[in-house]
Nanobody, 126 residues
Framework: DVRLVESGGGSVQAGGSLRLTCELR????????VGWVREAPGEEREGVAA???????SYNDSVKGRFTISRDRAKNKLYLEMNDLTPGDTAKYSC????????????????????WGQGTQVNVSS
């Protein structure tokens, strides 16, 4: 069974940084996209970033230059380094993974994956 487990959320002040980690337990589709999605109260879910098996990466425009997604295949983990956080980044961040191939920009835009983690909360205060 596939189980995605996130960690690393928390509360920070604006301008601060956090690093999210996702354990991709039982997920071995190395060619497909894995990524991060966030959802804030009262708002629609949105894709944050995604990376595919070739290392292609796509980011939501709102996080470009501030967030960095990376994947460690040997450890089967996914990371999201978040810098210069703003209150607008406050949301529950979930790790997600695909079951079929699609381009990373589509994965971020659609933000609909086959597998999901429970999510980790990120709160940014001004």
């Amino acid at each position: 069974d596939v189980r995605l487990v996130e960690s690393g959320g928390g509360s920070v002040q604006a301008g601060g940084s956090l690093r999210l980690t996702c354990e991709l337990r039982g997920y071995h589709y190395l060619s497909y996209c894995v990524g991060w999605v966030r959802e804030a109260p009262g708002e629609e879910r949105e894709g944050v970033a995604a990376i595919d098996g070739d290392g292609n990466i796509s980011y939501n425009d709102s996080v470009k230059g501030r967030f960095t997604i990376s994947r460690d295949r040997a450890k089967n983990k996914l990371y999201l380094e978040m810098n210069d956080l703003t209150p607008g980044d406050t949301a529950k961040y979930s790790c997600a993974a695909d079951f079929v191939y699609r381009p990373v920009d589509v994965a971020v835009r659609v933000a609909d994956f086959a597998y999901w983690g429970q999510g980790t909360q990120v709160n940014v205060s001004s």
